[in-house]
């Protein structure tokens, strides 16, 4: 539960604004706050009592940002090196155990089951890193809304001889050896973990922790009562909780025995079964209820809101404001009640304070107008507080501005103001040091005249009404997009063409802002494109979608509606088809529905509302929940369920109402498309495959399976088979995929989505979903992973539309979602086979890919060949690009080739100078194409080490080393050619003397990706923190971009004006950032990938910077559009309509309407 920041508590810690206390006791303090992006976090500020204790620290953060985050808190953010250190987690909403066992009473059961899963997970986790929890307690569990998470690494420390020293930790869930002084190690945080499971399963402590002397000796006479555990709970929580440190079982083999089965991925297993052991947060976030208060003002309100909140801060913490600083008007006041109301604004007297510094950031329309307005705040700060000063000293004349200070006020005023507004007594201080100002100046003529101008315009003294008028509206129209652009923001999964289209209607309305432009690619490259909800959905009604997902059935009360999904109406209407139905499936063309009841199966032909032929599969029974009614691709067999857990299944010809079985007499589980092959379960563990047309049984490499079979499906070729099964560990499953005739199995999957399994768009690709809402899509030729993403919503039945390059899928609440998945059909250049690295020239003419031992210059656009395929050896592909694109140099081995890039000639061949270089790793040209900068690897040493970095002339062909140097992969030129970055951290070259230059502070945590900006001012490198922008020679850092929401970022590049970064994450997702306001602006391009995928592909913006190239690390080249006319165009056509004119009347209220797609 967090309570109020005490008086001295801090606003702001680093990055992050605080919103209250989440606890504080002898270890340090932890805070509830948001980081720059609005990101949720908890903060904790250790005590420290030695120098030793802060270099500990330093260590043991770094061990827990490796935690993967399985069940635990990620720790995202560790300053050690400042002068109060902090560490920072992802914040986790929700109740701790202890709170939910003490409203809700003991778990049981399954739940009880997966509690201890998901700690031990943690557990696993954590012990990985070489950390050492040594505070698990109820207290630090919290169940939320994606499953219990293990929190508070503030005492973390890595195992071995630094967990000996002083006891941490709650007593009652210490180990008797660390309450004997013998320090901590893993096997403590197992007592932990089974005195947890205790608590969990009684409801209370199983040591109550009264009188400290009293709970040591309980816990050192402590012997478990286990007997009310499951099992195998009261086997393992009785091992963990041995006195014998050394008898208690690790962390993974506990978690191994939980999940039963092989060893596998455990902390995904571990991790996806906890996962359904959620609670729901108690309430929305700081910034959603501002967000709500906002949406309820009235326009006039609601223009005022950024003018008072921006007053309430003051550079890194808040200010208390008096009434009478603020303009006085009636909707500042309706506002300032409603804010207070609700607790986000505090009132003392006549003051007025924001309540919580955490609102700052994680109000995303606040962080907005802060940085449209960062650079104007303090000049603001400073004429607010010296009018103030000279309305409480009497008006002196001596307390007003003067000289350089008016004028950059008055300079602000006039030219520079975006949301703040002048009060009375800012104007009446300005007027009269203006008026001194002049009478004071010896230069009469320019200065009085300037001064005058910049009076009148910053007081609005021209009295041209129509100045003021247009001034107004685009303020006006400037509020309603950033709204606009927020409201498309939430509903962009709820309907998403309206999103797109109101993303369109905030930039036509603010095109100058970010917020709109980044709206708009967002729009673009969002993957859900529609989402149709049934208008009569009821709980009980039966669906069936058509085999692309285009067509949906919905049957209720013997009536069935039959829908168009993309044109959201309504087909036809069949009557008369009887009550009792519990399954339906449509057939592949739509032409006919299947109803199964308890006494068997009916078909209708959905065209005339007609019964075809009598009832059929009446030993079928009630079906079982788990297996649906199907038509296979044909449309000629329909799979029935069977109320039998051994005959799950049956296969049945509908033309001839006859069920298939096998040779052997058993019925068949699934068919292949040309009848050829079939697949026998026994609802145990064994199962068959046979050639039907022979009647021979095939052999195949591990069937009967270890599971028991809950998917069967034939691709459409008949030429593989894939499986699910279940295993039997917590809902876990196994996917294997097999060649046939052979029976040779090509792949297994286990853990992960994969209730269910499907060949999609034909023969490319294969698959897999579940109950977790995680769709992945596999290439059939390689099986590599092409699409990893969790759904907007639970799967109820999935298609596949082939022409239409989407995936639909229903939900259980009645809804069709759309995805557009056309990028799986991009093909890389030159071919299907794509390379495994790409590399873009600076004008995006020409890519060069290397695959296995091969590379090939095309042409980008069209994938013409134009060099190659040339041989290169080595483990670590090194290509670079001269700056005119004419030239492309590569490493092979120990040898450098520079070829020309239109004719495929070798312009200079060369080895490496340095002693014992043996391999190229990284390669960069000079701006003016004349020097060839190499680092490179001597793998023939013990241990290997990194030469010095060569400098070649190609030119004179005479090379340079670098004393000193060692280089890297990551190695530019800065534009001006005067600097050499070379590695992560970077060394500094001077390239001209060949001498390293020092680094200055904090740079050597720079360990990430760089990029220089064209004017050689500025460059850029991403971390886990985000970006940071720091000046050309890296003497001071000048921004903290926020980090987007994706995975790590691998590659960064400048627009040609320098205003835009782009990022390569991974995931194969591009995302933009706008450099002076230090906004996101948003993604134009989503490879729909896990973070955990994808390699660093290669980005180049054109000369113009309106498009924006990208080149896969398969050879896939792909143009973004970034001007926002073609964007918003792009968008439009995407869509498809207008909007209607309620919709309008409802986000766009008072705006005359105008032609939101113009030639659409």
Known sequence: MMTPLTPADPHRIGGYWLAGRLGAGGQGVVYEAYGPAGEHVAIKVPRFDSTEARVRLAKEAAAARRVASFCTAKVIDAQTAEPAPYIVSEFVPGPNLRQVVTE??????????????????????????????????????????????????GVAREAGPTTSGAVIGTPGYMSPEVLAGRGATEAADLWAWGMVVLFAATGKDAIEADDPMSVVTRVLDFRPDTGGLPEPLDRLVAAALDRDPANRPAAGTVLLRLLGGEQGDLLSRGGTLAATLKEEPAGPDLGAVAEELYAELTEAERASVPEVFLRMIDGDSLRPVARDELPETEAIDALLAVFAAAGLVAREGDSYELASPGLVQAWPRLREWLAANRDGLA??????????????????????????????????????????????????????????????????GLLAAALAVLLVAALGGFGLAESLRRESNRQRDDALARELALR?????????????????????????????????????????????????????????????????????????????????????RLSGLGDGASKAALSPDGAMLALQDE???????????????????????????????????????????????????????????????????????????????????????????????????????????????????????????????????????????????????????????????????????????GWDRELEILRRADHDTVFQRKLPSEVRELRFDLPGRAVRFMNDSGTVYTLDVSMLFDAPAGGSDGPDTALLDPSARVVAAMSGDTLIMREAATGR???????????????????????????????????????????????????????????????????????????????????????????????????????????????????????????????????????GSGVDRLDGTFAFSPDSRQVAFSGLDGISVWNGDLSAKLAELPRGPGGEVELLAWSPDGRTLAAYERGLRVRLWDVPT?????????????????????????????????????GTVRTHELGGERVAGEVCERVGRALTAAEWERYLPGIEPFDLCPGS
């Open 865 to 999: 060949r134009l060099a190659g395929p040339l041989t290169w050896r080595g483990t670590s592909p090194a290509m670079a690009f001269s700056p005119d694109g004419r030239r492309l140099a590569y490493g092979d081995d120990n040898t450098v080739h520079v070829i020309e890039t239109v004719s495929g000639r070798v312009s200079a061949e060369f080895t490496l100078a340095a002693e014992g270089a043996a391999e190229v790793t990284g390669l960069a040209f000079s701006p003016d194409g004349r020097t060839l900068a190499i680092s490179s690897w001597d793998q023939g040493r013990t241990p290997p080490r990194d030469p010095p970095v060569e400098l070649r002339d190609l030119e004179r062909g005479s090379s340079t080393l670098v004393t000193g140097s060692h280089g890297d992969s990551a190695m530019a030129f800065r534009p001006d050619g005067r600097l050499l970055f070379a590695g992560t951290p970077p060394e500094l070259i001077d390239p001209v003397n060949a001498v390293t230059r020092p680094l």
């Open 1078 to 1114: 230090r906004q996101m602006l948003g993604v134009v391009f989503d490879g729909l990938l896990s973070p955990e995928y994808g390699d660093p592909g290669s980005l180049v913006f054109s000369a113009d910077g309106g498009k924006l190239y990208n080149a896969a690390p398969d």
């Open 488 to 572: 498309a923001a939430d509903l962009r999964q709820a309907e998403p063409p309206l999103a797109r289209l109101l993303t369109v209607a905030a930039w036509r309305l603010g095109p100058a802002l970010p917020e709109t432009r980044g709206a708009l690619y967002d729009s673009l490259s969002q993957p859900t494109t529609d989402a149709f909800t049934d208008p009569y959905f009821e709980q009980h009604n039966l669906y069936a979608l058509s085999l692309d997902g285009r067509t949906l059935v919905s049957v209720s009360g013997g009536t069935a509606r039959i829908w168009d999904v993309p044109g959201r109406r309504e087909i036809r």
């Open 379 to 444: 000049v603001h700060r400073r004429l607010a507080d010296a009018a103030a000063q000279w309305d409480h000293h009497g008006r002196k004349p001596a307390d007003l501005l003067h000289g350089s200070n008016l004028d950059r006020t008055l300079q602000w005023a006039a030219t520079e103001r975006k949301d703040l507004t002048l009060a009375r007594r800012e104007r009446e201080f300005l007027e009269a040091a203006s008026r001194q100002a002049r009478r004071q100046s010896r230069r009469r």
């Open 104 to 153: 809700s009473g003991p778990y049981e059961g399954d739940r009880l089951h997966r509690l201890a899963v998901g700690v031990a997970t943690a557990l696993m986790a954590i012990h990985q890193v070489g950390i050492v929890h040594r505070d698990l307690k109820p207290d630090n569990i919290i169940l939320g809304p994606d499953g219990p998470r293990v929190i508070d690494f």
């Open 599 to 769: 006494h068997g199966v009916r078909l209708w032909d959905t065209g005339t509302g007609t019964q075809l032929g009598e009832r059929f599969a009446q030993d079928a029974g009630e079906p079982l929940i788990t297996q649906p009614l199907a038509f296979d691709t044909t449309g000629r067999l329909l799979q029935v369920p069977k109320d039998s857990p051994t005959d799950s299944v049956q296969m049945w010809d509908v033309s001839t109402r006859r069920r298939l079985t096998a040779p052997s007499g058993s019925g068949l589980f699934a068919v292949s498309p040309d009848g050829r092959y079939g697949y026998v379960s026994d609802g145990r563990s064994d199962a068959q495959l046979w050639d039907l047309r022979s009647g021979r049984r095939l052999p195949t490499s591990d069937l009967p399976g270890q599971g028991v079979t809950i998917k069967a499906v034939f691709s459409p070729d008949g030429r593989s088979l894939a499986t699910v099964e279940d295993i039997g560990a917590g809902h876990m499953t196994r996917t294997r995929v097999y060649d046939l005739p052979s029976g040779t199995r090509r792949s297994t999957r286990e853990g992960g989505p994969g209730e269910s399994v499907d060949f999609a768009f034909g023969d490319r690709f294969v698959a897999l979903w």
